[in-house]
């Protein structure tokens, strides 16, 4: 029986569908080296006019050629403002507790905005610093994997300790911009990036973890990214970090 060439290329391409099909699936991979990546916390809030600059300098690290490789940089932003006359579309209340808990842990002395924390301790010197400090110790890798639309992530520390640690999953917004009618910052227009859109954590005795990609809590355009870090149960200190864009 004669077979065309015809149809070898439909046969072929029926065969390897499949395997296309999955290539160009949203498919992400973010590892971390051995050594500690460091994560950059900032607290903020919209309502604050103090703020403005910490998130200036923020958005400066887009531009850095060791974002993702040695730090992840989070915004949360914060509602303890909203009273005194603007709501902070970004907000959200468990930001604040997340602050608050830093506190009761001893890692920072204030609760207050623009608060910045490297690796969970308290850090006042973003204002005049060229470069973020790099960590040389030791950590362990974390590699993070999402497709579609579901995480697998595995952490491998350095003293071979797999229990009890908490993986935290961050979904960031970046392009944001907000045109602020009240408040002190009223009549300003605030460029935002690295903005936490939702923040799960999710515990595990063996250094593995499967969950689905947070989904963010309100409509938003622009790009996306994830960060990923890992602390100890009972405390939120970050001891390994990874992440990158979606």
Known sequence: MKISVRYLLLLF??????LYSHSFAADKQFSSADKRVSLIELYTSEGCSSCPPAEKW????????QLWQQFVPVAFHVDYW???GWKD???????GLRQRQYKEQGNIFSVYTPGVLLNGKEWRKWRYARRIPVAQQAAGTLDVEVLDNRIKAVFTPADGDIKDWELNIALLGFDLRSNVRAGENAGRSLEQEFVVLNHVKESSSTGQWQLPVPVAKKTLSGRKGLAAWVNKKG??????AT???L
Do not use: C, E, R
């Not at 405390?235 to 390994?240: G, H, K």
């Open 13 to 18: 391409f029926l065969i390897t569908l499949p």
């Open 58 to 65: 923020m958005n400066t690290l887009i531009d850095d050629s």
């Open 82 to 84: 909203d009273y005194i």
């Open 89 to 95: 579309p970004f907000a959200d209340k468990q930001h």
């Open 235 to 240: 405390s939120q200190t970050p001891l390994q």
């Open 243 to 245: 992440g990158g864009w």
